[in-house]
């Protein structure tokens, strides 16, 4: 129980900032005939759907608007965000109940209401992939420790069957939120040597088709892989829209360190690499060796082919190329981590990003 002697009054609890401003007379006319109409409008019997607009239309009309959007239509009753849409951040909260229904309302003397507990939930949520959704965190929880001990990872057929969900929809929209997450910003680059290839991922090549950097109807996708011996440390990738020295060298600032060794094809995408200081180029020039760019790129290849049976099996192939880019992330999500032998450090990386990834919805998702 809270005695009451721990709250402080209106205005020592307002940020004096606040306290500076100064209305004027015309404002405080504004605010005194709308007051007037949301306390003459009150019904008792009214459901908390019709007292949380009239609450809104008072605040529109009193201040907030265009400004600061006031969202009445999801979870939470009432949202004040700091900016003039829904994707801005939330500012304020508030809870709306009937006026008659006193027991889930925070009084003075108890907090202990669903009011209060409705608030702190939004409240954690909010800016988060958690954001609106119904689902309880635990179950989240739940599903994020599962995505994670699945070394070969998960398709939404598979979530849906071992979770019970009711749609396909659902755990497929699940998903794509974690994988929205998996990416950090400003992670760490590539280091040492580095071989970089692009490869044609998408519907298999039949026939005479054009093959190569110029394949109709794949995504073209660049990538890079750490050489550590015989074996592959941290890979990238990027989905471009041709093999052009602009897109190629652009991959290969953002995701390399200076200093590093690139290994690359004998490309003309790639050529300026020799002059650039920043880098170390080694050419490896395929015609006239008798070689196979596999034998000559062995890292860049092996991860080609490692994301593209991983894409085949756990996916069977089902994969639009419209949200290849979140399926890519995913994979190198794992691979960069597959030494570790603790799943709750990976749980722990996971939950970390969740709660500072931007929320979205399906319909963002699809659109």
């Not at 702190?120 to 689902?135: D, P, V």
């Not at 991922?201 to 892989?225: F, H, N, P, W, Y």
């Not at 003309?268 to 015609?287: D, M, P, R, T, W």
């Amino acid at each position: 129980m809270i005695k009451s002697e721990n709250y402080s009054s209106p205005r020592k609890a307002l940020n004096k900032s606040f306290l500076k401003v100064k209305p004027t007379r015309s404002e405080m006319e504004s605010f005194k005939k709308n007051l007037i109409l949301l306390l003459g409008g009150l019904n008792e019997t009214e459901s908390e759907e019709h007292n949380k607009n009239d609450l809104g239309d008072f605040l529109k009309n009193t201040f907030y608007q265009p400004g600061y959007y006031i969202n009445t239509k999801d979870r939470a009753d009432l949202v004040i965000h700091n900016g003039p849409d829904s994707k801005s951040k939330p500012g304020v909260l508030v809870e709306v109940k009937k006026p008659g229904n006193k027991n889930e309302m925070v009084r003075k003397d108890d907090l202990k209401a669903k009011g209060f507990y409705e608030l702190i939930l939004f409240s954690i949520t909010s800016g988060t992939i958690f954001q609106e959704s119904k689902k309880p965190l635990l179950l989240w929880f739940h599903i994020m420790w599962w995505v994670v001990a699945r070394k070969t990872g998960a398709s939404a057929y598979n979530l849906k069957d071992f979770m019970g969900f009711g749609s396909y929809e659902t755990a497929w929209t699940w998903l794509h939120k974690l994988r929205r997450t998996m990416v950090r910003d400003g992670r760490e680059k590539l280091s040492g040597v580095v071989e970089v290839d692009e490869t044609y991922i998408g519907a298999e090549e039949i026939g005479t088709g054009k093959q190569g950097r110029g394949a109709e109807d794949k995504s073209l996708v660049v990538v890079a892989t750490e050489c550590i011996g015989k074996q592959i440390g941290r890979v990238r990738f990027k989905i471009i829209p041709d093999a052009s020295k602009e897109n190629l060298l652009s991959f290969i600032e953002e995701n390399l360190e200076y200093g590093s060794t690139v290994i690359t094809d004998g490309w003309s995408g790639y050529a300026s690499l020799s002059q650039n200081k920043e880098y170390e180029h080694i050419k490896k020039v395929i015609s006239g060796t008798g070689k196979q760019a596999h034998e000559l790129l062995p890292h860049v290849h092996m991860a080609d082919s490692l994301v593209k049976r991983w894409i085949n099996g756990t996916h069977q192939g089902k994969i639009s190329t419209k949200h290849l880019e979140y399926y890519l992330d995913e994979f190198a999500f794992r691979f960069n981590r597959k030494l570790s032998t603790h799943r709750g450090k990976l749980f722990y990386w996971l939950m970390q990003q969740a709660v500072t990834t931007s929320p979205v919805t399906y319909k963002d998702i699809i659109t």
